[in-house]
C-alpha cells in the first residue's frame, strides 16, 4: 500500500507528534510485567536465572522487553529492538551470519566459519550457534532478557558477554486466537496469525504463521530497481503436555524461510571508481551524503535464509526438587550473493587492474547443524542454601562453499608465476601441445612463458574475468558442568557463588581451487591452491562469587565478581593463507559489578556499576590483501569495558507510564597485538575505542491511556539518542583518521503511535509514526572508506496496524 501525502496525513503527523512530546520517556529497558493496575505494577518476574523470580531480588544487571513493549515498537526483528535496550547495540552486515550483537561494547565480529558469538543468544533454552540465526523475524514472543556481563554458570556456552535470551508464549489451556495485519508505506506489509487451546484435558497446542514482504528503500539506478528489502514466511507449533508422575512435557518445530534483497552498501563517500547518478553528494573530505539512497549495481546482493529447528523440554517434580532437560536439533542454511565492486561498469575494460573499475562478484553458501543436551536440576527455594546444577553439551557442524568472479589482476608477475608452475607440473593439452612444438623440454624459461602468452593471446585485464572456490568445513564439540548457588545467612544476606567447567573443541578443513585453466589470480582471488586443516581444544574452570542484602522491603543491593570465557577459534575464511592456519585462544574475562535495584508499587529502579577486564580479546584487524580489504580474526590482546547503566518503570499518574534507560560506558583497548604475518601497520597505544560502542546511550519511552466508555485510547512515544560511533577496526582509533571514515555522527529518533482499543483489548487500530523528525543516519561502515549501511528507519515512514483477538 502506497500512503499518499494528503491533509489526513498532516492530521495524523501532527497527532503522532503531539503524543510523543506529551509521552516522551526513556526506553524499553524495564523489567517485564505481567499485569499492570491502575497507579501501580504488580509483581515482575524473569527467567534470568532459570527459575521464575522476583526482577528486584536477581542479583544481576538485565533488562527486559515484555510483549506490549515489543509490540508498540512496531518491530520485525533485534535490529529495531536493540535501540530499546542502551546496554546493546547492533552490527548490521550484508547477510544475517555476519551480523552480530554486542553488550557493554563487548561483541565478536568475524566472518570466520570457526570463531563463535562473545554474546550468547538463546531461544527457548536452546543456544544458537550464531547470533544471526535470531535475526531473521521475530514472533509469538513472551519477552526478551538482555543479561550483562559474564552468565557462565548458567547459560549455556560461551556468554563471556552477555545472553540474549528470547521467550516465546506457550500454548493456553483456554481456547484463543489473533490475527494482525501491519501495512507501511512503500508495499511493505506483515500479516500474522495464531491460534492456541486445548486439544483434550492434558494437552495444549499453538500455531502462529506468518508472511511478511518489503518492496525496498534503496533504488538501484542500473536497473531502476528497488532493493534492501525482504520475503518472509514462517510457521511455529508447539504442543504442552502434561504428563502423568507431575511432568510436563513441551514440543516445538519452526520453519523460516527469507529471500532478501539485503544488504546492499551505500556510496556515502566518493569512491572513486566510477561516476553515475548513484554518486554521493559529498566532498569526501570527512563528511557522508547521509541522504543517499541509490546505488549503482549490476549484481544484487541478496540473502537467502531458512531455519528448522525442532526442541523438547521436559519438566519433572522429583521430590521437593524439579529436573529439567533441553534436547534440540536446528538447521540452517544461508546462502549470500554479494556485489563486491558496488559499480555496474566493472569487469569491461581492456585494460590492467587498478586503473580501471575491477570486478568482483561472490556467492556463498553455508548449511549449519546443530544438536545440544542439557539436563538441568533445581532445589527448593525455602531453606538455607538454593540451588541449581547441570550438564550440557553442544555440537555444530557446518559446511560453505564460497566462489568469487573477478577481474584478472597480474601483480608482480604473478600471472606469469602461475602459468610456470602449471607448464612445469601437471599441464594441458595446449600447453603441452606448445612446448613439443618448440621442443621445449625442461622446465620454460620467462621468455618461453612471454612466448606462450602471445601465442594464445592471453592477457590479464578488467574484462578477464577468473574465479576460485573455496570448500570450508567446521566442527564445533562443547561440554560443560556447571552450578549456581544462594545461601541465606539471614533472612535479609545471602552469599552468591557459581562454577563451570568447560572442555571444547574446535576442527577445520579449507580447500581452495581455482576455477581459471591457467590458474591466473584476480582482485582479491589469491593464486595458490590451498589444503588446510587443523583442530584445537582447551578447557576452563570459572567462577562466580558476591553477596546481596536487602536494605529493607523495596531495595537491595549486590556486588559480584563473575569470570567469563569464549571458547577457541580459526580464522577460516575464503582468503585463507598460512599464517592464518594457527589457532585462535580462548578468550576470558574478569567481571566486577555493584547493583542496586528498587521497587515500590508505583517505582521500579534498578542501576549498576560494573567493569570488565578481557584477556586474549577475539577480534578482526583489518588488511588490505590483493586490492580488497579483508579482517583477519586474531587474538587482539587485552580489552576493559567499564561504566554505569539504569533503568526504570514509573507509573506516574493513573494514565501515564514512563520507561527508560541510559548506559554510560568507556570499552578501551588497553593492549592490542598484530596477527602474524600481518602486512599492515596497527601499532596503536592504548585507550583507543572499541568498535560499536557508544559511550553514551539512552532511550524514553511513555504511554498515556484515555479510558473513555466505549474504547480505550493508547498514546505512545520513544526517544532514542545514540552517540558517536566508532566502527573500524579494534586498536584503530577514529581520532587519528583523517577524514574519519569510521566515526560515525550521533543521532537521535523519535517514533510514536496513536491506537484505539475496543472491547477490552479485543480489537485494535493503530497508526504508526517513525522517526517523526526525519533524522538520517548511519549504523555501519563496511570498508573502503566509501561503503556504509544506512537502514530502513533512517527515514520517516507511516503505518497502520489492524489487531483482533478471538
Known amino acids: 500500500m502506497q500512503l499518499k501525502p494528503s491533509n489526513l496525513h498532516t492530521s495524523i503527523t501532527k497527532a503522532l507528534a503531539l503524543s510523543a512530546c506529551m509521552t516522551i520517556g526513556l526506553s524499553a529497558n524495564a523489567q517485564d510485567v505481567q499485569k499492570k493496575e491502575k497507579q501501580g505494577f504488580e509483581t515482575i518476574t524473569v527467567t534470568a536465572q532459570k527459575r521464575v523470580e522476583n526482577l528486584n531480588e536477581v542479583p544481576i544487571a538485565v533488562s527486559v522487553l515484555r510483549e506490549d513493549q515489543i509490540n508498540s515498537a512496531f518491530s520485525a526483528n533485534i535490529e529495531g529492538l536493540q535501540a530499546l535496550v542502551p546496554s546493546v547495540s547492533f552490527r548490521k552486515g550484508n547477510t544475517t551470519r555476519n551480523s552480530a550483537i554486542t553488550i557493554r561494547g563487548v561483541g565478536t565480529i568475524s566472518f570466520s566459519v570457526a570463531a563463535e558469538p562473545s554474546v550468547s543468544t538463546v531461544v527457548d533454552g536452546v543456544v544458537l550457534g550464531r547470533s544471526g540465526q535470531a535475526f531473521v523475524d521475530l514472533y509469538d514472543l513472551e519477552r526478551i532478557e538482555v543479561l550483562r556481563g559474564p552468565q557462565g554458570t548458567l547459560f549455556g556456552k560461551n556468554a563471556s558477554a552477555g545472553v540474549v535470551n528470547i521467550t516465546t508464549k506457550r500454548p493456553s489451556d483456554e481456547f484463543g486466537g489473533s490475527f494482525e495485519a501491519t501495512l507501511f508505506q512503500d508495499n511493505e506489509y506483515r500479516l500474522k496469525t495464531s491460534v492456541t487451546g486445548p486439544l483434550n484435558d492434558n494437552v495444549s497446542g499453538s500455531l502462529t504463521v506468518l508472511k511478511s514482504q518489503f518492496d525496498g528503500y534503496i533504488n538501484n539506478v542500473y536497473n531502476n530497481e528497488t532493493v534492501n528489502g525482504y520475503d518472509k514466511e514462517g510457521v511455529r507449533a508447539m504442543l504442552d503436555i502434561e504428563a502423568a508422575g ?206 606462450f602468452i602471445a601465442s594464445e593471446n592471453l592477457s590479464c ?268 577496526a579494534p586498536g584503530g582509533s577514529a581520532d587519528t583518521v583523517n577524514p574519519p571514515v569510521d566515526l560515525l555522527p550521533d543521532y537521535a529518533v523519535l517514533n510514536a503511535s496513536l491506537a484505539f482499543s475496543f472491547n477490552d483489548d479485543d480489537y485494535r487500530i493503530s497508526i504508526i509514526g517513525k522517526n517523526l523528525t526525519d533524522e538520517s543516519y548511519v549504523t555501519t561502515y563496511s570498508g573502503d572508506n566509501f561503503r556504509y549501511q544506512i537502514p530502513r528507519d533512517a527515514d520517516r515512514y507511516f503505518g497502520v496496524q489492524l489487531r483482533a483477538k478471538f
Not at 601483480?411 to 612446448?435: H, P, T
Request: net charge negative; hydrophobic share 35%.
Open 246 to 451: 507431575e511432568t510436563d512435557v513441551l514440543f516445538i518445530f519452526e520453519n523460516m524461510n527469507s529471500n532478501d534483497s539485503c544488504c546492499a552498501d551505500l556510496e556515502l563517500a566518493p569512491s572513486n571508481r566510477h561516476v553515475s547518478e548513484a554518486s554521493p553528494n559529498s566532498s569526501g573530505n570527512g563528511d557522508l551524503d547521509l541522504e543517499q539512497r541509490q546505488i549503482d549495481h549490476d549484481f544484487e546482493t541478496r540473502t537467502l535464509d531458512e531455519t528448522t529447528a525442532f526442541s523438547i523440554q521436559v519438566d519433572k517434580e522429583l521430590g521437593d526438587h524439579q529436573l529439567t532437560s533441553i534436547t534440540a536439533w536446528r538447521g540452517w542454511n544461508n546462502t549470500e550473493f554479494r556485489e563486491g565492486d558496488f559499480t555496474s561498469t566493472a569487469g569491461d575494460s581492456i585494460l590492467p587492474v587498478f586503473g580501471v573499475p575491477f570486478q568482483l562478484h561472490d556467492i556463498g553458501a553455508q548449511e549449519w547443524d546443530q544438536i545440544s543436551q542439557e539436563l538441568r536440576i533445581a532445589s527448593p527455594t525455602d531453606g538455607a542454601l538454593d540451588y541449581q546444577a547441570g550438564f550440557f553439551w553442544w555440537n555444530q557442524k557446518s559446511e560453505r562453499n564460497f566462489t568469487r568472479d573477478a577481474s584478472c589482476q597480474n601483480n608482480a608477475g604473478i600471472f606469469d608465476e602461475a602459468l610456470g608452475r602449471n607448464v612445469g607440473g601437471q599441464f594441458d593439452s595446449a600447453i603441452s601441445g606448445y612446448l613439443d612444438n618448440n621442443n621445449i623440454n625442461n622446465a620454460p624459461s620467462p621468455a618461453d612463458i612471454a612466448n
Open 461 to 728: 585485464n578488467a574484462n578477464d574475468i577468473v574465479s576460485a572456490t573455496a570448500f570450508m568445513k567446521t566442527e564445533f564439540a562443547n561440554w560443560a558442568l556447571f552450578a549456581d548457588g544462594k545461601y541465606h545467612i539471614s533472612d535479609d544476606f545471602r552469599l552468591l557463588f557459581g562454577v563451570r567447567y568447560t572442555d571444547d573443541e574446535v576442527n577445520y578443513s579449507h580447500n581452495r581451487r581455482s576455477n581459471d585453466q591457467y590458474s591466473r589470480t584476480g582482485v582479491g582471488v589469491r593464486s595458490a591452491d590451498t589444503d588446510f586443516d587443523g583442530s584445537t581444544d582447551e578447557s576452563n574452570v570459572s567462577g562466580k562469587f558476591g553477596a546481596q542484602f536487602d536494605i529493607n522491603d523495596d531495595s537491595m543491593v549486590y556486588a559480584t565478581y563473575s569470570q567469563g570465557y569464549k571458547g577457541p577459534a580459526f580464522n577460516v575464511f575464503y582468503n585463507m593463507a598460512p599464517n592464518d592456519t594457527l589457532p585462535i585462544s580462548k578468550e576470558t574475562s574478569d567481571a566486577y559489578e555493584l547493583g542496586y535495584k528498587y521497587a515500590s508499587r508505583n517505582l521500579i529502579f534498578n542501576a549498576a556499576i560494573f567493569r570488565t577486564e578481557i584477556d586474549g580479546f577475539q577480534a578482526n584487524n583489518s588488511e588490505l590483501l590483493d586490492g580488497v580489504t579483508i579482517s583477519r580474526l586474531t587474538n587482539a590482546g587485552s580489552v576493559i569495558t567499564q561504566g554505569i547503566e539504569f533503568d526504570f518503570m514509573w507509573q506516574a499518574t493513573e494514565q501515564l507510564t514512563l520507561t527508560g534507560g541510559m548506559s554510560s560506558v568507556d570499552a578501551e583497548v588497553d593492549q592490542f597485538l598484530c596477527p602474524d604475518g600481518t602486512t599492515t601497520s596497527c601499532d596503536v597505544v592504548s585507550g583507543t575505542d572499541l568498535p560499536y560502542s557508544p559511550d553514551l546511550k539512552y532511550s524514553v519511552t511513555g504511554e498515556y491511556v484515555w479510558e473513555l466508555d466505549d474504547m480505550e485510547i493508547y498514546l505512545n512515544g520513544s526517544y532514542v539518542y545514540t552517540d558517536e560511533l566508532f566502527v573500524g
